[in-house]
């Protein structure tokens, strides 16, 4: 197996940013968020669990997850959250592992803004963090995803603290103004990650 790159930060710190730079490095990324839509996609048994256990308001009429109703219900009942997260972080960390098992890149990426949270962690060889002050992050996913900012707030509340990924986190990077600024923070620990992966693997 590849040596493992675990890349974390909250809201509007700029992971994706990130990743894409390292994907035009030829390294493979898999993402927690895309694998997390993968798993309870039509026909999967995530989501025929999810319809078992909330009931069917939480399909569409086409049969496809309910994601704004069921994510205003989790906010509203933390034992709701719970409940789905007994369903969908098995069957996400399936996946991630056969994913990360099948990349050939010189090192392969996971990004997941809860990596700490979910133990993912465990999955990987090496932390890094992209960081942003909160005023930041609330400006960028304001302007990214149309949410306001009471509904970030929440998000943000929801993680895992700055001070503590940053603490667990073994790299962090600042994401706090241009994208050339990053780029050149990354390059270096690129290069690292590539030496990394020759000496252990």
Do not use: C
């Given at each position: ?44 048994p995530s989501l ?105 707030r929440k998000i ?46």
């Amino acid at each position: 197996m590849s040596f493992i790159l675990g890349i974390t930060g909250g809201i509007g710190s700029g992971k994706s940013a990130a990743t894409q730079w390292f994907e035009s490095q030829g390294i493979t990324v898999i993402d927690a968020d895309i694998v997390a839509r993968e798993i309870v996609e039509l026909g999967q048994p995530s989501l025929q669990a999810i319809q078992q256990s909330f009931g069917d308001w939480v399909l569409l009429e086409d049969g496809n997850l309910n994601r704004r109703a069921l994510r205003e219900h989790i906010f509203q009942f933390p034992e709701a959250r719970q409940t789905l997260e007994k369903i969908t972080h098995p069957a996400i960390r399936q996946s991630i592992i056969q994913q990360l098992q099948q990349a050939e890149s010189p090192y392969v990426i996971l990004v997941s803004p809860l990596l700490f949270e979910t133990n993912q962690h465990e999955l990987v060889h090496h932390t890094l963090l992209i960081d942003a002050d909160e005023q930041i992050q609330l400006q960028r996913a304001s302007q990214r995803d149309g949410q306001n900012e009471e509904q970030i707030r929440k998000i943000i509340a929801a993680q895992m603290s700055r001070t503590q990924k940053q603490q667990l986190a073994n790299d962090t990077v600042l994401n706090d103004g241009l994208l050339e600024h990053l780029h050149l923070q990354l390059k270096p620990l690129h290069l690292k990650y590539l030496q990394r992966a020759e000496q252990v693997f």
